[in-house]
């Protein structure tokens, strides 16, 4: 028997579970499991890894200015642009309302050069995501209008290792850092120092 229907069913119900209906980015669910297995692949390979906490900044003025629907299109061109600026084997992850979750995972086994190559990656999205954005918004039945908007991230990244840290734990030092940087004033980068 044909059985493509179903396996298109399976397919559909796997995408449904495992990412972000809007931006077809991972959701919390795959998120953890990545995280997973890059701590395990860190235990293993004795690299370290990244953690990036990412909430965009001036979000909340363009929805309320014009709609949720424009916000929608934001959110999808900044998950387009993260994803540009990491490689295949990292994940960025849509944590919920304009906050992103990057991984980045096998990157040196010295601390401060893994701190390095993440300070460059998250410097690149935080240029990335500062470019302007064009969003078209359709009307029906009339001419569609374009909205720019200017939209900038405060980012907090911690880096792992082995399994020194919990998932819980990682999480809530780079949102502990990402305060920080809308604290120092925003559309900038702080890393999680511990105490």
């Given at each position: 028997t044909d059985i493509t229907e179903r396996k298109r069913m399976e397919d559909q119900v796997h995408q449904m579970a495992f990412s972000d209906s809007l931006?077809?980015?991972?959701n919390r669910h795959l998120l953890h499991d990545r995280l997973?297995?890059?701590?395990?692949?860190?235990?293993?390979?004795?690299?370290h890894g990244a953690l990036m906490f990412l909430d965009l900044d001036n979000f909340k003025p363009l929805n309320d200015a014009h709609g949720h629907d424009v916000g929608d299109l934001l959110l999808i061109v900044a998950?387009?642009?993260?994803k540009k600026c990491v490689r295949q084997t990292d994940t960025v992850?849509?944590?919920?309302?304009?906050?992103?979750?990057?991984?980045?995972?096998?990157?040196?086994?010295?601390?401060?050069?893994?701190?390095a190559q993440a300070g460059i990656v998250a410097e690149k999205i935080r240029i990335a995501l500062s470019e302007p954005y064009l969003l078209t918004i359709r009307h029906e039945g009339k001419a569609d209008t374009t909205v720019e908007h200017r939209c900038t991230a405060s980012i907090g990244v911690v880096l792992f290792i082995d399994h020194e840290a919990s998932q819980e734990d990682l999480l809530k030092w780079a949102d502990t850092a990402m305060y920080q940087a809308k604290d120092t004033g925003r559309n900038s980068i702080r890393f999680y120092e511990s105490k």
């Amino acid at each position: 028997t044909d059985i493509t229907e179903r396996k298109r069913m399976e397919d559909q119900v796997h995408q449904m579970a495992f990412s972000d209906s809007l931006t077809n980015l991972p959701n919390r669910h795959l998120l953890h499991d990545r995280l997973t297995q890059a701590m395990a692949a860190s235990k293993r390979s004795g690299c370290h890894g990244a953690l990036m906490f990412l909430d965009l900044d001036n979000f909340k003025p363009l929805n309320d200015a014009h709609g949720h629907d424009v916000g929608d299109l934001l959110l999808i061109v900044a998950a387009e642009r993260l994803k540009k600026c990491v490689r295949q084997t990292d994940t960025v992850a849509r944590f919920g309302g304009d906050e992103f979750v990057v991984m980045l995972s096998e990157l040196d086994t010295d601390r401060a050069e893994s701190a390095a190559q993440a300070g460059i990656v998250a410097e690149k999205i935080r240029i990335a995501l500062s470019e302007p954005y064009l969003l078209t918004i359709r009307h029906e039945g009339k001419a569609d209008t374009t909205v720019e908007h200017r939209c900038t991230a405060s980012i907090g990244v911690v880096l792992f290792i082995d399994h020194e840290a919990s998932q819980e734990d990682l999480l809530k030092w780079a949102d502990t850092a990402m305060y920080q940087a809308k604290d120092t004033g925003r559309n900038s980068i702080r890393f999680y120092e511990s105490k």
